[in-house]
C-alpha cells in the first residue's frame, strides 16, 4: 500500500533583505500527495511557460494595467478568482508547495487564464529585483500560523519582509493580511504597525471581521469556520512619503 509522503524543506534564499540584515531560513512543504498524471504534465511542460523570471520579474507584465502578488496561494482558489475576474491585472503567485504550484496551473489550464506567473519556491528569491513602488496589491492569506512559541521565527511577516512590502506597494495601495489564529493577528499586526509606513483604518470590530469585497473565500477560511474560529481580515495602507 503506498503511503503519501511529505517532504519539508528549509530555503536558503541567496538574497539579501535590503534592511542589511541576513537574509532568513524560509520552512515549507515541498511537496504532499502524489499528483496527478494530469497535474504532472502541466508542471513538465507548462510551468516554464509561466514561471517569472527572478532577475526580472515583471519582464512580460509591461502591458498590464496593474499588478498583485499572492504570496503562499494554497490551493490557489483565490488566486484564480482574482484573475478571473480582473483580466487586464497581472498576478504573480508565490508558493513552495509543489501541489499548490500544480493546482493553479490547472486552474489556468482549465479556465485558459493568461494574467498569471508562477513562482515555485521562496519569495525572497526575486524579491529585491521587484522595483520600487512597482505592485498595486498585495495578499497573504491564512499563511502557516507555526503556532508553538518556539517556531515564530518561521512565520512568514516578520520585519525584514514588512519593509520590503513597504518598497515594492505604490503609495495608497494595499496589503491584506487574513488569518483565522488569534496569536498570528497579534503578531501581525504589531509588526506591521510598528512599522509606521502602512495606515490601518479601522474603526470598529466589523472592519476585520467583514471579508473583502467580492470575497471568494478559501478552503483555509472554511476549515477555521468548521472549526469554530474566527477569521480577521486586514486591510493595510501603504502610506504616502
Known amino acids: 500500500m503506498k503511503t503519501n509522503q511529505i517532504n519539508m524543506t528549509v530555503t ?5 533583505p535590503s534592511n542589511g540584515q541576513p537574509y532568513r531560513r524560509l520552512w515549507g512543504r515541498a511537496k504532499g500527495k502524489p499528483l496527478s498524471p494530469y497535474q504532472s504534465g502541466l ?10 523570471d527572478t532577475e526580472s520579474p515583471l519582464a512580460g507584465l509591461e502591458s498590464f494595467d496593474n499588478i498583485r502578488m499572492e504570496i503562499g496561494f494554497g490551493g490557489a482558489e483565490h488566486l484564480l478568482y482574482r484573475a478571473t475576474e480582473n483580466p487586464n491585472t497581472a498576478f504573480i503567485g508565490v508558493e513552495p508547495f509543489l501541489n499548490g504550484i500544480a493546482k ?3 486552474g489556468m489550464d482549465r479556465r485558459e487564464i493568461k494574467n498569471i506567473r508562477l513562482h ?8 529585491e529585483n521587484l522595483p520600487d513602488n512597482s ?9 502557516d500560523p507555526w503556532p508553538k512559541a518556539r517556531h515564530y521565527k518561521r512565520r512568514l511577516i516578520q520585519e525584514d ?4 512590502f513597504h518598497r515594492i506597494l505604490k503609495p495608497g495601495k494595499t496589503l491584506h493580511f487574513a488569518s483565522d489564529i488569534p496569536s498570528y493577528v497579534d503578531w501581525a499586526l504589531l509588526r506591521i504597525c510598528r512599522h509606521g509606513g502602512f495606515q490601518w483604518h479601522a474603526q470598529t470590530c466589523a472592519d476585520w471581521q467583514t471579508p473583502y469585497p467580492d ?5 483555509y477560511e472554511a476549515k477555521a469556520h468548521r472549526e469554530g474560529r474566527t477569521p480577521h ?6 502610506a504616502c512619503d
Open 12 to 16: 536558503n534564499t541567496k538574497t539579501k
Open 43 to 52: 508542471v513538465d511542460t507548462k510551468l516554464a511557460e509561466v514561471s517569472i
Open 104 to 106: 493553479a496551473l490547472a
Open 120 to 127: 515555485h519556491g521562496d519569495v525572497w528569491q526575486f524579491l
Open 135 to 143: 505592485l498595486s496589491h498585495i495578499d497573504i492569506l491564512y499563511p
Open 161 to 164: 519582509l514588512i519593509s520590503e
Open 215 to 219: 470575497w471568494p473565500g478559501t478552503r
Open 233 to 238: 481580515y486586514f486591510r493595510f495602507v501603504r
